[in-house]
């Protein structure tokens, strides 16, 4: 296993992170986690020297938590860091904090947690949940009796919050963002990962795979893949591309069976910064205009159509109608426009002002788009190439 730097902590994680968001399951269920098939993998991957486990309040239905808990019982516990995160939508009062860490702790069968993560940022959880109820005082106070170690917080929104956030708080020692080769300019992108490093936090990555989209073989760029001199999967090429990358310290990775782990295992021990040459990150960037060339709406996440004066986020709403065709999967789209993307900078707060129009560089008919974007992600209609 190759170990990397984790900003300014004394301690090395593994490249490899093991996520359990996407455990197996019985019966099509997800809070069935099937236990047994979770201690075998689990135990492998620790086997193989990953040392850094990642869940969260929510993961499984609630679930991830005690099933980690599980796995690391009888010994295990103590030789691995355990990272979960605080689910700030549930903070609704300064003592939430506290008695969902305590909840948390018995879920995991611990008495701390190695490293702790504000769930899931954006500009309104920070502004309404952890500002207003003083939840980095409570963690703070958490860090000095010892039920946390290392305090960090995990993002979903735009570069702007992210640095906001980076910056008001001087003792941050990580953060996690979703980031891959498709998502270089998306939410933290890029800018954020160095922007983290630069200021000595740990960055882990999650969704290095978009979900498994770039697992998929498909169709558009399988002669490119099969162009190069490294013979190699997709799900590799991307996690390699991650790690090529300086200032990521760990690449999570949801698994679900044996196989991905021991596939994960290997794509692990043969990475390192600067592995891949000029010819494969060129490569690489080949793939991504052709998958990118599959999107219905044109647009390139330049920004210039930004700051929306009703509040839209549009490059962020077009990007997630776009992934919908691009990799078939139009659920997953739904799911991250109703989830993920803050009901303020929906699709469906445009108003049709038309100030966007200008400012667009590829002639995006932005204000016709917004009305399909909201009503085939928010409402279900029917997916739509062209207006």
């Known amino acids: 296993m190759q170990y990397r730097k984790f900003g300014k902590i004394d301690w090395q994680p593994s490249a490899l992170g093991f996520g359990c968001m996407r455990l197996p399951i019985k019966d099509g269920k997800a809070e069935n ?20 486990f990642d869940t969260a309040w929510g993961y499984h239905g609630g679930m991830s938590e005690p099933a980690l808990g599980k796995a690391l019982s009888g010994g295990l516990r103590n030789k691995v860091r355990v990272a979960t995160k605080s689910p700030v939508w549930l903070i609704n009062e300064p003592g939430d904090f506290d008695r969902l860490l305590d909840e948390q702790l018995t879920r995991l069968q611990t008495d701390h947690v190695d490293l702790y993560l504000l769930h899931a940022l ?26 946390i170690r290392r305090l960090g917080f995990s993002f979903h929104d735009n570069l702007r919050t992210f640095k906001q956030i980076v910056d008001y708080y001087d003792k941050w020692d990580f953060c996690q963002i979703q980031y891959n080769y498709m998502d270089t300019t998306v939410q933290a992108g890029t800018e954020g990962l160095k922007y983290a490093a630069s200021k ?11 979900g498994g989209k770039l697992a998929m073989d498909l169709p558009a760029t399988r002669p490119l893949w099969a162009s190069a001199s490294r ?26 069976t044996l196989e991905q782990v021991e596939q994960n295992i290997a794509s692990a021990e043969r990475s390192g ?11 690489i960037m080949k793939v991504c205009d052709v998958v990118n060339g599959l999107s219905p709406i044109p647009c390139t996440r330049c920004e210039y159509c930004l700051p929306c004066p009703n509040g839209v986020n549009i490059p962020r709403n077009f990007d997630a109608y776009n992934k919908a065709l691009m990799f078939d999967a139009l659920a997953d789209s739904r799911n991250e426009y109703k989830y ?7 699709a469906e707060q445009c108003i049709q002002c038309d100030e966007c129009l200008s400012k667009c560089p590829q002639k995006i008919a ?22």
């Open 273 to 283: 910064i600067g592995t891949l040459t000029a010819a494969d990150n060129e490569l």
């Open 200 to 210: 000595g936090l740990g960055v882990v990555i999650m969704e290095p795979l978009l």
């Open 366 to 387: 932005i204000s016709t788009w917004m009305p399909v974007v909201g009503e085939v992600l928010g409402l279900g209609r029917e997916y739509v190439k062209s207006v």
């Open 122 to 147: 954006n500009r309104g959880s920070w502004m309404d949940r952890v500002l207003k109820h003083d939840v980095i005082k409570r963690a703070e106070a958490a860090r000095a009796d010892g039920r």
């Open 231 to 256: 013979k190699a999967s997709p799900a590799d090429w991307a996690l390699q591309w991650l790690w090529n990358q300086p200032e990521v310290s760990v690449v999570l990775s949801g698994m679900s």
């Open 340 to 346: 993920w993307i803050p009901d303020e900078n929906k």
């Open 33 to 52: 986690i099937d236990q047994d098939k979770v201690n075998v993998m689990i135990h492998r991957a620790y086997e193989a020297g990953v040392n850094y």
